[in-house]
């Protein structure tokens, strides 16, 4: 019985150990994805300019994901 007890602890250490690992690669993933996107928008918007980007509403539509996934982290 309590060879099961341990077995029954030590599966739930397991799968709390996994969402934790998995948790916290997520928030590595979503401050990647910030930082880079704040790193990069000033030559993501030279490069893609009215003078240097002939498809203005691929930049719209690009920005407007861009901030709405900003307003999404921030709420």
Do not use: C, E, W
């Not at 401050?31 to 930049?59: E, M």
């Amino acid at each position: 019985m309590a060879l099961v007890a341990v077995v029954a602890v030590a599966a739930v250490a397991a799968v709390v150990a996994v969402a934790v690992v998995a948790a916290v690669a997520a928030v590595v993933v979503v401050v990647a994805v910030v930082v880079d996107s704040i790193v990069n928008f000033p030559t993501y918007l030279l490069s893609h300019s009215q003078y240097g980007h002939k498809n203005r509403s691929t930049l719209t539509l690009n920005l407007l994901i861009r901030a709405t996934f900003v307003n999404l982290l921030l709420s």
